[in-house]
C-alpha cells in the first residue's frame, strides 16, 4: 500500500483513501474504476510524489473501507453519482483547484466533473474510456460487444448471483481478459480483491452496468447532471486519455475520434504491451504522461 489510509466524511459517505506527499504540494486526485481499489495506483504516486505533487487515491462507493452514512441512500452508481462523491471528496478536503485522474469508472466520473465543474480542474488524465462511449444508444463494433460480456451478464439475475457468489474469482478472470499480456501476482490481485467485500459492493456495482445500458433506473437525486452530460458539453481542461493497445475491455478503437470535444486540448496515447491496466502494467509510461501534462499547465 503507497501512501496513508485515512478517512474523511462527505454529505452521503465516510471515504477511504490514501495520501502521500507533502500537504502544501499541488493536488492530484486519482480515481479508480471496476474491478479494482485505490491501490491501482500504488507504482504511480510514488513517481508523482517524488517530482513534487500530493496524491488523493479515494476507494469509490461500494469499495473497501468507504461506507454510506445512511442505509436507506440508494445503493446508486451512475457516473454523476460517482463524480459527486469526488466532487465532494475534493471539498471536504478543502481542494479547491487539483488535477483529476481517473480510470474505468473513474474516467467516466471524471469527465462528468471537468464538464459540469471546470473551474476546479488544473488537468484532466482519463484511462482508458473514451468520452461518451457509456450511452445506451452507442453504436459498437462487434468486437466491442463481445468484449463486454460481462457487462450484459450483470443485466440478468444469473450475473448478479455470480458477481454476489464469487466476486474475487470473478474479478479475477476480468482482470486476466482485460490485460491478456499481464503476469499479475496473486499477491497484487489478492490485496485489491479485500475490496470487494464491501457490504455494497455488489448492489453499486448491479446499479452502474445495469443503468448505463438502461436496465435500470437512474437516481433522482442526480437527474439535472445526467440531463447535462446526456449532451456531451465540451471540457474546457487540458486533457490527455492514456490507454493500453491490448486492452481486452475497453477496445482502442472506443477512444478514437474525440478531439472534437475538448476545446483546451486533447491528447491521445497508446500504450504498447499494456491491456486494460496501463497504470498497473506500465506505471512509468502512465506516469510520465500525467507529469507532461501538469507540467505544461
Known amino acids: 500500500m503507497t501512501g496513508a489510509l485515512k478517512p474523511v466524511t462527505t454529505p452521503a459517505l465516510e471515504i477511504g483513501y490514501l495520501e502521500a506527499g507533502d500537504e502544501t504540494a499541488p493536488p492530484v486526485i486519482l480515481v479508480h474504476g471496476f474491478p479494482d481499489d ?51 471528496f475534493a471539498d471536504a478536503l478543502e481542494l479547491e483547484r487539483f488535477a483529476l485522474v481517473g480510470h474505468d469508472w473513474g474516467a467516466r466520473a471524471s469527465y462528468c466533473i471537468a464538464a459540469m465543474r471546470p473551474r476546479r480542474l488544473n488537468a484532466l488524465i482519463v484511462s482508458p474510456a473514451g468520452y ?121 478503437e472506443s477512444s478514437e475520434g474525440k478531439e472534437g470535444h475538448f476545446t483546451a486540448g486533447y491528447q491521445r496515447i497508446l500504450v504498447e504491451g499494456a491491456g486494460h491496466f496501463a497504470q498497473r502494467e506500465k506505471p512509468e509510461t502512465f506516469a510520465a504522461a500525467i507529469l507532461e501534462i501538469l507540467r505544461d499547465g
Do not use: K
Not at 505533487?53 to 460517482?82: D, H, I, K
Not at 467485500?197 to 437527474?223: A, C, I, K, L, Q
Open 38 to 88: 485505490a491501490r491501482t495506483w500504488d507504482r504511480v504516486t510514488p513517481i508523482l510524489n517524488d517530482a513534487g505533487f500530493r496524491t488523493l487515491c479515494p476507494y469509490v462507493r461500494g469499495y473497501g473501507p468507504t461506507r454510506f452514512l445512511n442505509p436507506e441512500t440508494p445503493r446508486s452508481a451512475q457516473y454523476t453519482a460517482l463524480a459527486s462523491d469526488i466532487t465532494a
Open 132 to 252: 461518451g462511449t457509456g450511452r445506451p444508444a452507442q453504436r459498437m463494433s462487434v468486437e466491442q460487444v463481445r468484449a463486454y460480456w460481462y457487462q450484459w451478464f450483470f443485466c440478468t439475475s444469473r450475473g448478479r448471483d455470480a458477481l454476489g457468489e464469487d466476486a474475487a474469482g470473478f474479478c479475477r478472470e476480468l482482470w486476466r481478459t482485460s490485460s491478456p499480456g499481464w503476469d499479475f501476482s496473486d499477491e497484487e490481485f489478492e490485496a485489491t480483491a479485500r475490496s470487494f467485500e464491501n457490504p455494497d459492493f455488489v448492489d453499486v456495482v448491479m446499479h452502474s452496468y445495469r443503468y448505463r445500458w438502461g436496465y435500470e433506473t437512474p437516481d433522482p437525486r442526480f437527474e439535472d447532471a445526467e440531463s447535462f452530460m446526456a449532451g456531451l458539453p465540451d471540457i474546457s481542461a487540458p486533457t490527455v486519455l492514456i490507454q493500453g493497445a491490448e486492452d481486452g475491455a475497453s477496445r482502442p
